[in-house]
């Protein structure tokens, strides 16, 4: 049930007005915050499909007492065929704490769904739990005489700043996709186009390029301003 129970109610992404900061949280896996949703004692899983190549931020509330070394959250990303796929990201907190972040996880291309796992005891349970994606994708189609190009946000976080590229084009001004959103741009040109500068809340994507003949290319890991990937508060 609590399997069950996780997988029905895990967001992608906080609610407007949630406060990272606070110890309880408006909405997540339970709409009462003091409510503990995934319980234990054991370990609680749920899946969700994937945004392949898209850089993922968990940050999860602990219910009760504050939990310890002896539990863990934290995602993993699987294939097609259920087997894992890249690193496991999980954290074990160092000291007794109410929230733990892990940041900046970048789903493998080849990863079909990721799973978000939590360690429960009978005195520890988690109450809220974030799960934000960041990521967009470039497409491009030929017409007669003219390139469509669209890119479209396939995160839930809005990204800032993104400046496309294309060989025979003129520039384009920057511009900004909310979740979910497209931009789609049309010029005389025959590409590729490049994609660059995304900002999301905690740094840079990589450069995307696209090609009609060549297919995509995804540029460096995501960039984030200073800290760790994996903290505890």
Not at 137 to 164: C, F, H, R, Y
Request: with cysteine; hydrophobic share 35%; charged share 20%.
């Amino acid at each position: 049930m609590r399997e069950v129970l996780c997988a029905l109610l895990l967001l992608l992404g906080p609610p407007t007005g949630a406060d990272p900061t606070m110890p309880g949280c408006l909405g997540g896996i339970a709409p009462d915050p003091r409510a503990g949703v995934v319980i234990g004692p054991g370990t609680a899983r749920s899946a969700l499909d994937v945004v392949p190549g898209g850089v993922y931020d968990l940050s999860v509330w602990a219910g009760s007492r504050a939990p310890g070394p002896a539990t863990a959250t934290g995602l993993r990303f699987l294939d097609g065929a259920g087997v894992q796929t890249g690193r496991t990201y999980a954290l074990r907190p160092a000291r007794e704490t109410k929230r733990q972040n892990s940041y900046g996880m970048v789903a493998p291309r080849d990863a079909a769904t990721v799973e978000f796992f939590a360690t429960t005891t009978t005195e520890i349970h988690w109450d809220c739990v974030f799960l934000r994606v960041s990521a967009y994708d470039v497409a491009l189609e030929a017409g007669q005489d003219t390139l469509k190009i669209t890119v479209t946000n396939t995160g839930s976080e809005p990204l800032t700043g993104l400046k496309l590229t294309v060989t025979g084009c003129a520039d384009f001004p920057p511009f900004d996709l909310k979740d979910q959103e497209q931009v789609v741009r049309t010029c005389a040109g025959s590409g590729p186009a490049q994609v660059s500068g995304a900002l999301y809340w905690n740094g840079a994507l990589p450069d995307v390029s696209e090609s009609l003949d060549l297919g995509r290319r995804v540029g460096d890991q995501p960039q984030h301003p200073g800290g760790r990937q994996l903290q505890d508060r």
